[in-house]
């Protein structure tokens, strides 16, 4: 790892505060110096990159994140893809997260037991290159509940979407089999989803078998992460203390209450993209908007986003991403959930960018460490061309992400109004 100055930079460090004009020393995979103005840090023997009034920023972090989604137009392609060829994919799409500039990601299920795992431990291993990642189970969920796609004519528990439980105890022996794997996260199906016919207001998952998972992954020191779209569902997160809520459409003023009254111990990710592209940007695969409208999904977003706003204006914490790999919304389109918590969601694109950074390093349990710009931390960075205050849309183009730094090291080398500003300084 290389000494690098960046200078003649805009930064914007993820804090909320307003940008400003400085140079950032990284040192090693660290942040090690901060100062406002120009050529205000030491450059000798070190490589400084002239940003030439380029943004500065923290690598994003994609909240919910599934790899193995093979941006198919259904669950059963997803899992029926040979799991030679899952692995495969899985590495081509975590490079994908980090050249879109998500330098950090937090599994939020996976399509075969092992997929998140391999993956995560490839990448910390160097084997190959993507985000920091925690990686995920497969969907956990009951019979007749989303992910349980099996048939009474194939005996093959395996070729189900998700692991099939009913009980407590066979939860419980299903969740020490994910751990035994080495996962971080044990994720819960909560509640149903209307692509896979079952309505997103149902509840199927019994208190007893919740309580017994999470036990299970707190004996071992592992968090659970839950779909949870129905009001009871998100009810049964807090009340089971599930950290990591994803969805939460239906969200009564009852479940707002309780969610804000411990508003430190969650964090919702609601997968705005998911809801906005299968109502409207889905009729090429069949799902034509009236098609939406029929299953349930405009009024999930109509009621989704004025239930975010409210849990916006409470101080929860609602951060970007997810459900990302299916046809009508693929991998690498991630930041435009950052436009759409602006356009829908009612925040200001300075806290959209707070939310994918700053709160983003918090749900990768790194929080003083990681998703701000600041000393001390990790050098996961972004040099970015405009300003992503003026127009969030930026991000969107990898283009204009005109270099990518993880961990100290640079995953794209920086280009400045298209050529390389790069200079080893003796």
């Known amino acids: 790892m290389a000494n690098v100055l960046f200078t003649n930079v805009r930064i914007l460090d993820g804090s909320g505060t307003a940008p400003f004009a400085g140079e950032v020393l990284v040192q090693g995979n660290r942040i090690a110096r901060l100062a406002r103005g120009s050529r205000a840090l030491p450059t000798s023997g070190i490589t400084v990159v002239d940003g030439a009034g380029a943004t500065l920023m923290p690598g994003m972090v994609e909240a919910h994140t599934h790899f193995s989604w093979n941006d198919q137009p259904g669950l059963t392609a997803i899992q029926r893809m040979p799991t030679e060829e899952h692995i495969l994919w899985c590495a081509h799409i975590a490079r994908r997260y980090l050249d879109m500039g998500f330098t950090s990601c937090l599994g939020a299920a ?63 022996r299903t969740v020490r089999m994910f751990l035994k794997y080495g996962v971080d996260t044990i994720k819960l199906n909560l509640s149903g989803e ?61 479940a707002l209450d309780m969610l804000e009254a411990v508003k430190d111990r969650h964090f919702v990710a609601p997968g705005i993209a998911w809801l906005v592209n299968t109502s409207y940007h889905a009729a090429e695969w069949g799902i034509t908007p009236e098609a939406a409208a029929g299953m349930g999904y405009h009024r999930e977003l109509e009621i989704a986003c004025e239930t975010l706003k409210k849990m916006h ?37 300075m806290e959209a960018l707070v939310a994918a950074t700053r709160y983003g ?51 794209k080398e920086p280009e400045v109004a298209g050529q390389a500003r790069r200079l080893s300084v003796a």
């Open 194 to 254: 209307y692509i896979a016919g079952i309505p997103a207001e149902f509840t199927p998952m019994s208190d007893g078998e919740i309580a017994m998972a999470v036990t299970e992954a707190r004996r071992r020191g592992k968090r659970v992460a839950a779909h949870a779209r129905s009001c009871e569902s998100v009810k049964q997160c807090v009340r089971h203390g599930i950290e990591i809520i994803f969805h939460a459409s239906f969200a009564d003023e009852e």
């Open 110 to 172: 996976t399509a075969k037991p092992r997929l998140d795992v391999v993956i995560r431990n490839a990448i910390e291993s160097g084997l190959i290159q993507g985000p920091r990642y925690l990686a995920a189970s497969q969907e956990i969920t009951v019979p007749g509940g989303l992910g349980d796609e099996t048939l009474p004519h194939l005996p093959f528990p395996e070729f189900s979407f998700g692991a099939v439980v009913n009980g407590p105890e066979e939860m419980r």
């Open 361 to 411: 390093g918090e749900i990768m349990m790194r929080g003083r460490e990681l998703g701000q710009v600041k000393e001390g931390y990790l050098a996961d960075l972004l040099l970015v061309d405009g300003d992503p205050l003026g127009n969030i849309t930026v991000l969107q183009d990898p283009k204009r992400l005109l270099a990518i730094m993880k961990d100290g090291q640079f995953v």
């Open 313 to 349: 204006r409470r101080g929860i914490r609602i951060l970007p991403g997810g459900d990302y790999g299916f046809a009508w919304i693929k991998h690498g389109t991630n930041a435009k959930d950052l436009e759409y918590f602006v356009k829908y969601l009612g925040f200001t694109p």
